[in-house]
């Protein structure tokens, strides 16, 4: 099964940037699709962006344009870049395997983002 420690959240004025990362264990990395994830306060689990094996990647319509996702075969790790941070992007962020039944949700990493 697939595990993940995602970690980069922090506090940051609405406009800045932070980048997330998302270190990976278990089976062979570069075969996997991942995603990250956000969750807000009182708001279910929703998909952010995801990157595919063959590096194609996707992203929900609230962040496209400002949010990149990445990946490193190499480190085994994702990569999430966030610049021009808005408030609505306060939440805590996850990644996982897509489908996610076949990886362990990590503890996320929470994002903050103040006026």
């Known amino acids: 099964q697939v595990q993940v420690v995602e970690s980069g959240g922090g506090l940051v004025q609405a406009g800045g940037s932070l980048r997330l990362s998302c270190a990976v264990s278990?089976?062979?990395?570069?075969?996997?699709?991942m995603a990250w994830f956000r969750q807000a306060p009182g708001d279910v689990r929703e998909s952010v962006a995801t990157i595919t094996a063959a590096h194609s990647t996707n992203y929900a319509s609230s962040v496209k344009g400002r949010f990149t996702i990445s990946r490193d075969n190499d480190r085994n790790t994702v990569y999430l870049q966030m610049n021009n941070l808005k408030p609505e992007d306060t939440a805590v962020y996850y990644c996982?395997?897509?489908?996610?039944?076949?990886?362990?949700w990590g503890q996320g990493t929470r994002v903050t983002v103040s006026l």
């Open positions: 278990g089976p062979p990395f570069k075969w996997l699709h």
């Open positions: 996982n395997v897509i489908p996610t039944s076949n990886g362990r």
